[in-house]
């Protein structure tokens, strides 16, 4: 087992990691969408993906640990069926595909629902979101999860109109992505990219993980739902920008 020695991958990987434990904690959930495009800067983004995988397990169960019973789980037997759909589709299509399209798919759906958030408002009295429209979000979610960890902004399209309080929306969202995130495993394994040197790198990257969910959970407890929510858009405008800028970059290439 080896590990990368250049430098310059941890100087983005080090933040990458912070950044994704503070989103495991549902503060600023945007955020952790832009881990893999970070690392990725250093590394191509199979490999980033890879490296990330043990550090996710890591934050995953340190999530559930700290909202082990803030969760709806009414929402999560609907969810999960559906994002292992997209684990499924993710695993097939893996070979055939640019990641770079997928992550401006992404971005660029990420944006559109930010712009429809906010030119259109939902009223208080409005309706939550289809079941239907739901299941193709919550799918998605899983694809672009599988991909490159990219899973939030989707399935943050459907929750976040369900008006779920702060609390409830991170250990929701914590229980999700546990699942999902174990899931990826085998198919990882399947396709070579669990090999010694993403895993030894990984073990270096691990004691980070629990800094940034405690970072996130400080955070979570003592915030404003409305000042949540800010920041949770925030986070999704970013990693659309991101998402989409390095889509048109390879495209280019």
Do not use: C
């Not at 912070?18 to 893999?36: H, R």
């Not at 399209?101 to 939902?122: C, H, K, M, S, Y």
Request: proline share 7%.
């Amino acid at each position: 087992m080896t590990v990368i020695t250049d430098w310059g991958f941890y100087v983005v990987a080090i933040p990458a990691v912070l950044l994704l434990g503070i989103s495991k904690s549902g503060f600023g959930a945007g955020f952790g969408s832009l881990a893999v495009p970070l690392m990725a800067l250093s590394v191509t983004v199979p490999q980033a993906a890879a490296i990330l995988m043990p550090v996710l397990l890591v934050m995953d169960l340190l999530g559930i640990a700290a909202f082990r019973k803030d969760f709806d789980r009414r929402l999560l037997t609907f969810l999960l069926p559906w994002g292992l759909v997209g684990i499924v589709i993710g695993t097939l299509s893996f070979r055939l595909m640019r990641v770079e399209w997928v992550a401006g798919i992404v971005g660029v759906f990420t944006l559109a629902f930010l712009a429809q958030r906010l030119l259109f408002p939902p009223r208080a009295d409005s309706a939550p979101p289809p079941r239907w429209w739901g299941a193709v979000l919550t799918a998605t979610s899983g694809f672009t999860s599988f991909v490159a960890h990219a899973g939030g902004p989707p399935v943050n399209a459907y929750v976040i109109p369900l008006k779920l309080s702060p609390i409830v929306f991170t250990g929701t969202m914590a229980y999700f992505f546990f699942v999902i995130n174990l899931a990826k495993w085998v198919p990882y394994a399947w396709l070579g990219l669990l090999d010694g040197r993403n895993l030894g790198t990984s073990l270096v990257l691990l004691p980070l993980a629990p800094v940034g969910v405690w970072l996130g959970v400080r955070i979570a407890r003592r915030i404003d739902q409305k000042l949540f929510y800010r920041f949770i858009y925030l986070g999704m405008l970013l990693t659309g920008v991101k998402l989409v800028w390095d889509a048109v970059a390879a495209s280019l290439l």
